[in-house]
């Protein structure tokens, strides 16, 4: 699952890369980690008895990028969404989604040590539900989806950042006629270059 989306993907973060190389740019690196939160997924099993229902695991990112102004900056990273289960006594369906994620972010500096930022950008993703009880089934789906966000860098010193951001993502798919939005809430380093 995790190469298609890495094939798919691979002719983006080329062009990416090579606009990010071409300007006098100042890189960035990072990871964070954070809430997901699967919104629409308890729906799944609504109305069934012996519902529980776990739709907000923890994920994780790993990301780099490129200022190519103090107001300008464009990123990629790698997303992984964390697992969300949601079970009745008559099913279970667990729902996986990774993706990349490609986004420009408009920075507005504050202060020599905080800044912050709004976000938009466009996920690939391939997200797995597999569903168990009368009928057991696992459906595998690929897409892209837009997303936006905002955040804040306080910068430690010149090399390192802790950073705090949300993330909305419009509607990703767990099965052929059902979507939900996703919203992720990170807190994570960055290590400037």
């Not at 695991?57 to 790698?78: D, H, R, T």
């Not at 099913?91 to 994620?101: A, I, M, P, Y």
């Amino acid at each position: 699952m995790k190469q298609s989306i890495a094939y798919r993907s691979l002719p983006l973060l080329i062009a990416a890369l090579s606009v990010m190389g071409s300007a006098n740019a100042a890189w960035y690196a990072g990871g964070s980690y954070g809430k997901t939160l699967y919104e629409d997924l308890c729906d799944s099993v609504s109305g069934e008895t012996g519902v529980t229902c776990d739709d907000d695991p923890y994920g994780y990112k790993i990301f780099a990028g490129a200022k190519l102004s103090p107001n300008v900056a464009l990123e990629a990273a790698y997303m992984d969404f964390g697992e969300a289960t949601a079970s009745s006594s008559v099913s279970n369906r667990t729902l996986d989604v990774q993706g990349f994620n490609f986004s420009v972010l408009g920075i507005k500096p504050l202060s020599k040590s905080f800044e912050v930022f709004i976000k938009g950008g466009l996920l690939f993703w391939e997200g797995e539900t597999v569903k168990t009880g009368t009928v057991n089934s696992t459906i595998s789906v690929n897409d892209s989806d837009i997303n936006f966000g905002f955040g804040a860098n306080f910068n430690v010193n010149e090399k390192l950042a802790l950073r705090a951001e949300f993330e909305r993502f419009h509607n990703l798919s767990y099965e052929s006629s059902a979507e939900t939005p996703v919203s992720y809430l990170s807190l994570g380093v960055v290590i400037n270059f």
